[in-house]
Structure formats: C-alpha cells, structure tokens
C-alpha cells in the first residue's frame, strides 16, 4: 500500500495553511512543513483551473531541489473562488467578507484547488473543481459568522468545516475536503503515480 | 436570529453517537444529551425513506414529554446507508465490515437520515439523502482502515470524515454532514420552523 512506500520518503508540504496540515495528517501521511513566499502572480485571461495550477507549480519555485535527496516529495497547493464568473480570494477586511458572503449567499460558486506533487526530477500537477450550493444567509447569520469565525485567511471568506458550513450550505457536488482546502484523494492518486 | 431564540429553549439531543453531538455543538447550540433504548424495528417493505423517519420518531417514543416545560425541544436521528438496494447497518465483526467496504468499493451507495425535532405540543420529522462516490479500494486500504479506525459503530462500517473518507471517496452529492450523522442544515431549517 502506498503508506508504506511513502515511509521510505521525505515528504515536505510547503503551506502556511493550519488546515492543508491537518487534511494532510488525516491521509495517515508524515511530513513536515516548508514555508516558500512567492507573488500570487498570474494572467487574468488564464481559466480557474490554469491560474490554480499555475499558483501551485509557483509556490514550489523558491525551492532549491538540487540540495535535497533524490526521494525527497514536495507538495504544493492552492484553491481559489470563482462566483458568477469572477475570481474571489481572501477577503481584505470585515466589509470585504460581507461582500464576499453575500455574493455566495443563495447562489452556487465553484472552488478550485491546484495541487503541485514533486521530487527534484519529476513533477506532476493537477486539479479538482467542487460546486457549492449555499441557502440564502440573513444578514444576522453573516453578522454572527464574521463576528464569530473570523475568516480573513479564507478563500471566499467562509470554512466549510466551520458554523456556517453546518448551517448555510445546502449542497456540495464533488470532494468536500476540496472545499476545505486540499483534493486530499487527487494527492493520493498523484502520490501513487509518484511512488508506486 | 434562531440562536437568539433558541436561548429561551432547553434542547435534548436524544443521541450515544459522539459524532452527532460535535456536530450539533458546531451548529452552536446548547443542549444536553438523554439517551433512549428501543427495538430498531420496522417494516421491510417500506422505502428508506419511510424507514429513517419512523426510526428517529420510535427514538422519540420512550420520552414521557407531559413532564417538560413547552419550551423543550428534543432531537433525534437515525441513518442507513442503502448499496444495491440493501440496507446495511452497523458490522457485526471485522469480517462484516469487510464485506460492507468491498460492497462500497467502486460502487456508488445513498445515505439516508431521518431527523425528528419535537416539542411537548408538536412534532416535525423530515429525511434528508446523499450519495456518496467510492473510488475502488484495494484490499490492503480496507484491512488498514478496519485494523486503525475500528469503524464498528458507523452504519456501513465507514466515517467520512476518517481516513477512508480523505483517500478513498471520489464524491459527495448532497449534505456531507448528512453522511457524518447529522443533515445540519436540515435540522437548523426545521428549528427555524419549530421556534421563530
């Protein structure tokens, strides 16, 4: 089975994200953290899934992959918002997540993940795309949900582990732990290709 | 808002499952469990549907209401998981739940939940269902998952939110909380309707 092919690798996860970490450590899988600072550059004529796979293969760019042992595996990710065709990230203030809550409220939008898997002589990317319906939010339940969860370090400004998932999501078509911020059965496959 | 209201509330959950209880903490509600003992029956000839609503309902029935104040609301679940037309429940044994995984192996399987949330003066029952998408899993990821997760109390010997949920489901369609144990949503719908 792949975990135990994977004991005789270094894995690294290069994020800052506190849930990439505990969705990866819930796949069973050791690593450790590798934090890489890019510029979230990328052509806005590019599609969702291009931008999000561009995004993830240049957060592994900072890495110098020469200095590191040859089965050593790096992952990369990252997931974007699109909502009525328009691309939202992370909100920039309280006003801002208001705005972003409600452009979700009682509407569908699509989250997109990049994932990046790579050793320093192979390199696979890929993508996962998951729909989410959300019911329509009063403004109290978008009051309460800022005031309460804060999700400034949020694409879309909204976790869907967290209250307002229980509460104001009526449907989710795809890989739910996509939404939360890493296709964590994409990686396993990438993983296998990589591995096996 | 319903949290508001529901201030005014003492809410039971009638529940052992520790899942549903994390859950209807994360909805953010105050409540205290009380668990009911009864005879699961029900008729074979029914759909699953009918099923899962007479069973949070008959979950209800040991609960002499007469002696609580009106304003308690009690709150139970039930869930199956249907495959190929048959229900499966909860294994008996680790071979039990070895037949289940390999009957969700590559298949797609529906779960259904019942949801009953009463007052002394009224009572609302509703269902809510979601498939569910298994990649094929070989045999070494069905012995690892049954030998680390020990899944003997979950209906169709497997949690979502466990190992087997991240690295071997391609899908989710419907309420991904509905397959944890609680439809959340549903349930904050039917309090909105028992209390505002």
Redesign the interface.
């Known amino acids: 089975?792949l975990?135990d092919n994977l004991n005789n690798h270094k894995i690294y996860l290069a994020s800052k994200s506190p849930r990439r970490r505990e969705?990866l450590a819930?796949?069973?899988i050791d690593f450790d953290i590798l934090t890489t600072d890019v510029e979230e550059t990328y052509d806005p004529a590019w599609s969702p899934e291009e931008i999000v796979m561009h995004l993830s293969r240049l957060k592994l760019s900072p890495i110098d992959m020469a200095q590191y042992d040859p089965k050593t595996i790096f992952i990369t990710c990252d997931t974007i918002v699109v909502v009525d065709g328009q691309i939202i990230g992370k909100p920039k203030d309280k006003a801002d997540a208001e705005r972003m809550l409600k452009m979700l409220s009682g509407n569908t939008h699509t989250v997109y993940s990049g994932l990046t898997v790579a050793t320093p002589q192979k390199q696979l990317t890929n993508y996962r795309a998951t729909d989410v319906v959300f019911?329509t939010l009063?403004d109290?339940?978008i009051q309460?949900y800022i005031d309460?969860y804060q999700p400034f370090d949020k694409a879309g400004s909204y976790g869907?582990q967290?209250?307002i998932?229980?509460?104001?999501?009526?449907?989710?078509?795809?890989?739910?732990?996509n939404v939360m911020g890493l296709p964590?059965?994409l990686l396993?496959t990438m993983l296998e290709q990589m591995c096996l």
Chains 1, 2 share one sequence.
Not at 165 to 177: D, K
Request: glycine share 16%; aromatic share 16%; hydrophobic share 40%.
């Open positions: 089975m975990l969705l819930g796949m069973g019911e009063s109290d339940m309460y309460t869907v967290e209250w998932g229980r509460v104001g999501i009526r449907e989710v078509r795809g890989s739910f732990y964590t059965r396993w």
